[in-house]
């Protein structure tokens, strides 16, 4: 199963803050995503992949997650 369809079997995440970690290197970003579970249990740990520290491929990113989990993005460095 993707990372993707991962994310898109949480059910109704849009009032649920998701808390994302960046791992910031020069060349490359890592991000992950911590999703709460429709039905109360512990927090869903999602990796979302690593990709090139730029703004445009970050941006990609973090739209794509926010398309997958809803726009309750909370970042942490």
Avoid: E, W
């Amino acid at each position: 199963m993707n990372t993707t369809t991962q994310m898109r079997m949480t059910a109704d995440l849009s009032s649920r803050a998701v808390h994302v970690g960046l791992d910031v290197h020069k060349d490359t970003i890592s991000i992950a995503a911590a999703v709460p579970p429709s039905g109360g249990d512990a927090l869903q740990l999602v990796d979302c992949g690593k990709g090139s520290n730029t703004p445009a491929a970050v941006k990609r990113k973090v739209t794509r997650l926010a398309d997958d989990v809803g726009s309750d993005l909370h970042f942490i460095y």
